[in-house]
């Protein structure tokens, strides 16, 4: 009993002592194939860290590339400096000879665009300093 004993609290100690990585990974050193390494596992845990700090992200997210400007909606709408989104009217294409002179003039002038329509026209426009 007492020698059964005396096995268990050997044990105890050799499990008590932290485990040494090994140098190499070399079945010939250690008479293992591969043996742990916290060290490296540390290393890798740190690392991840320090490239977050590096992330730098765009205005078209992780690629990186800038937005287009739809060129069509920058012939058709006009920004003012205010930030207003000028429109033309529509109805002065065609079949204007029973329009009175007042409203085929009307019909020139540019209008401001809806609130739905601003917000089509923003992503049309990225860069525009749309309000």
Same mark, same amino acid.
């Given at each position: 009993m007492q020698a *059964? =004993?005396? /096995?268990?609290? +050997?044990?105890?100690? @050799? +499990?008590?002592?932290?485990?040494?990585? +090994? /140098? !190499? *990974?070399s079945s010939k050193v250690n008479g293992i194939a591969a043996a742990p390494r916290p060290v490296l596992a540390q290393q890798k845990q740190q690392q991840p860290a320090a490239a977050s700090a590096l992330l730098v992200e765009c205005a078209d997210g992780p690629r990186g590339m800038k937005l287009k400007t739809r060129k069509a909606a920058a012939k058709r709408y006009k920004i003012t400096g205010s930030g207003k989104v000028m429109v033309r009217r529509a109805g002065k294409q065609h079949l204007n000879e029973k329009?009175?002179? /007042?409203? /085929? @003039?009307?019909?020139?002038?540019?209008?401001?665009? !809806?609130? =739905?329509h601003k917000n089509l026209i923003r992503g049309c426009m990225p860069y525009a300093k749309i309000k």
């Open positions: *059964l =004993t005396l /096995k268990m609290s +050997a044990l105890r100690l @050799r +499990a008590a002592q932290p485990c040494v990585a +090994a /140098k !190499s *990974l329009q009175s002179s /007042k409203t /085929k @003039r009307n019909l020139g002038k540019m209008v401001p665009a !809806s609130e =739905t």
